[in-house]
């Protein structure tokens, strides 16, 4: 990859986590916003609320830090506190925890800022869960590029890219329903579909490349010998196919020559003839 390549990579991350860490961090003033309207509440709850903004605001930029690969290592410290914290794995997941907790227990979806700040929240959920996927999808793409897997590592970046895509697709929507815009109807086929991406998760992956790795790691029993000797036996396998559909495809462009000159052949041989 060029420099040029590399740096614009680069730029476009950092732009990507300002985007969402400002996206974010309206939703949470959305979400204390709606917290503040439920007054009164008692002092333990208050305190319990107060830490639990504390940790989605932390978090919130540990994870465009890390987005962004700013993060540095007294960073990276913290924020595995909190994820030990939590029990979480990842970042994403926390958020995602964090807002559908508070959300749940005080968002009452009365208004159509309110149903909103729950789509927004409903998105969260499905963005950590497509973290993992992603995740899980970058780690077999690094894999096979280092073993020189290329047909591997191609179609897994394509699988990546379209999760990447639709995320984003879904980001623009939940964004179109914003209050001055509500639709009831539009905002309950959202849910209705955010629901059912999230339903797609399932615990080995979502996507068929990711679930059968996951289950060859689980055969392999974890040996990386023999988990390498399967990624780049599936690299074989795609590369051999690839190039038998482009000799078929070359064989019939060649037939398909050889047709159009005999075609023409034909035609002038009339010709000549005066017929």
Request: hydrophobic residues 35%; proline residues 1%; positive net charge.
């Amino acid at each position: 990859m060029g420099v040029y390549f590399k740096v614009n990579e680069i730029r476009q991350d950092l732009n990507m986590a300002y985007q969402l860490m400002k996206q974010q961090d309206d939703l949470v003033k959305e979400l204390y916003e709606i917290v503040e309207a439920h007054k009164p509440y008692q002092r333990e709850d208050r305190k319990d609320i107060q830490e639990k903004f504390s940790d989605l605001k932390q978090l919130l930029v540990y994870d465009s830090l890390e987005r962004s690969k700013r993060l540095t290592l007294l960073g990276a410290q913290k924020r595995d506190q909190l994820l030990e914290k939590h029990g979480a794995q990842n970042a994403p997941e926390v958020i995602a925890g964090i807002a559908g907790e508070i959300n749940e227990h005080y968002n009452r979806r009365d208004t159509a800022k309110a149903k909103w700040v729950d789509l927004k929240v409903q998105f969260l959920k499905y963005s950590a869960e497509n973290y993992q996927e992603l995740a899980g999808l970058k780690e077999l793409e690094n894999m096979a590029k280092r073993l020189r897997a290329d047909n591997v590592a191609q179609k897994v970046n394509k699988v990546y890219q379209e999760l990447v895509d639709e995320e984003n697709e879904f980001w623009v929507m939940v964004k179109k329903l914003k209050p001055e815009k509500h639709n009831v109807d539009k905002y309950n086929v959202m849910t209705i579909l955010i629901e059912q991406k999230i339903n797609l998760y399932k615990k080995q992956g979502r996507t068929d490349l990711l679930r059968t790795y996951n289950q060859h790691v689980r055969n392999c029993g974890g040996d990386p010998v023999r988990i390498e000797e399967g990624i780049q036996t599936a690299d074989k396998y795609w590369r051999e196919r690839e190039q038998k559909t482009l000799g078929s495809l070359t064989q019939s462009a060649q037939a398909l020559r050889q047709e159009r000159e005999e075609g023409k052949a034909v035609i002038k041989r009339t010709r000549e003839r005066g017929l």
